[in-house]
Nanobody
Framework: QVQLVESGGGSVQAGGSLRLSCAASGYAYSTYYMGWFRQAPGKEREGVAAITPAGGNTYYADSVKGRFTISQDYAKNTLYLQMNSLNPEDTAMYYC???????????????????WGRGTQVTVSS
């Protein structure tokens, strides 16, 4: 059974940094597409970053491009999201997601992912 557990969230001042982790288990981690999503209160869940199984390709939402970096450690079956230059608009619950197959045009669309963690809260104060 696929399990995803996020950690690393917290409260930071604007301009600060956080690194989120997503520990994966129950499947062949290196064969799955992985993504980070976020959802703020009253808003829809939005894609933040995605990475292909071999890690060769990454994709970012325009709002985080140049500030966030998605990466993964295959030895630890762990996905990361390094977030720099955080601003209050980044405040949200952050989720990692996984799926075996992918239509790459949907890589930042929540409907493309079948497996989800429970999320970790990120709060950025001004």
């Amino acid at each position: 059974q696929v399990q995803l557990v996020e950690s690393g969230g917290g409260s930071v001042q604007a301009g600060g940094s956080l690194r989120l982790s997503c520990a994966a288990s129950g499947y062949a981690y290196s064969t799955y597409y992985m993504g980070w999503f976020r959802q703020a209160p009253g808003k829809e869940r939005e894609g933040v970053a995605a990475i292909t199984p071999a890690g060769g390709n990454t994709y970012y939402a325009d709002s985080v491009k140049g500030r966030f970096t998605i990466s993964q450690d295959y030895a630890k079956n762990t996905l990361y999201l390094q977030m720099n230059s955080l601003n209050p608009e980044d405040t949200a619950m952050y989720y990692c997601a996984a799926n075996l197959g992918m239509t790459w045009s949907l890589h930042l669309n929540p409907i493309a992912y079948n497996y989800w963690g429970r999320g970790t809260q990120v709060t950025v104060s001004s």
